[in-house]
């Protein structure tokens, strides 16, 4: 399976702790989006990798989220003292250019106790 | 401020009919359109895209219509079958210098029966 894969599938912590998601790209993307998505909404932007440059963040992207794509492969998204309304699905998606449609994974179900 | 919008939570369509989705953007500054679909515990699957400069696209069953003096882009499922009930996403690409990060709407609710 060469799809876009995140890990771990569900995560389940106290608010206040920190939490790292991992994604791994289709391997011949150069582009990779984290988004998140809440019940009864659609996905939201959170930020933009292009290779190992992160070219565009949301503002919904706190102080205490941080993305690194280090050599432009695999990605992580980092959530610092975890709060209750960082309960989501976190969502990661690559693509070979910007009209090219982007490929998601399954996506990482963070639930704050 | 929803620049996406799916007025539609949901839609139930008999199985061989004819399903119809619908999204209404704001800005026109987009150029660029999809088609996501959703089942449960899994992440969106790309279904159909169309550019600016069309105003039809189609793929099988699939055909996606935009409208762009109504700002109004359209998906027609036909013949509908049961493996079609899922959440139906559309999303936009803004153009000039957007990284392509994709707008979506609030998701429509398809469900077929057979």
């Known amino acids: 399976d060469t799809g876009v894969s995140q890990d771990p599938r569900h995560k389940i912590t106290k608010r206040g702790q920190n939490v790292t998601f991992r994604c791994d790209p289709i391997?011949?993307?150069?582009?990779l989006y984290w988004y998140r998505q809440t019940l009864g909404q659609g996905p939201e932007f959170l930020t933009y990798?292009?290779?190992?440059?992160?070219?565009?963040k949301s503002r919904l992207l706190s102080d205490r989220f941080s993305a690194e794509r280090p050599k432009g492969s695999f990605s992580t998204l980092e959530i610092q003292r975890t709060e209750q309304g960082d309960s989501a699905m976190y969502l990661c998606?690559?693509?070979?250019?910007?009209?090219?449609?982007?490929?998601f994974g399954d996506g990482t179900r963070l639930s704050i106790l | 401020d929803q620049q996406v919008k799916q007025n539609s939570p949901s839609l139930s369509v008999q199985e061989g009919r004819i399903s119809i989705l619908n999204c209404d953007y704001t800005?026109?500054?987009?150029?660029?359109f999809l088609w996501y679909k959703k089942y449960p515990a899994e992440g969106p699957t790309f279904l159909i895209s169309?550019?600016?400069?069309?105003d039809k696209n189609e793929d099988g069953r699939f055909t996606v219509f935009l409208n762009k003096s109504a700002k109004h882009l359209s998906l027609h499922i036909v013949p509908s079958q049961p493996g079609d009930s899922a959440v139906y996403f559309c999303?936009?690409?803004?153009?000039?210098?957007?990284?392509?990060?994709?707008?979506f709407g609030q998701g429509t609710i398809l469900t077929v029966h057979p």
């Open positions: 998606a690559s693509s070979g250019s910007r009209v090219q449609p982007q490929h």
């Open positions: 391997s011949e993307h150069n582009r």
């Open positions: 990798f292009q290779n190992e440059a992160q070219l565009e």
């Open positions: 800005n026109s500054m987009f150029d660029y």
């Open positions: 169309i550019s600016s400069i069309k």
């Open positions: 999303a936009v690409i803004a153009g000039g210098t957007s990284y392509g990060k994709l707008t």
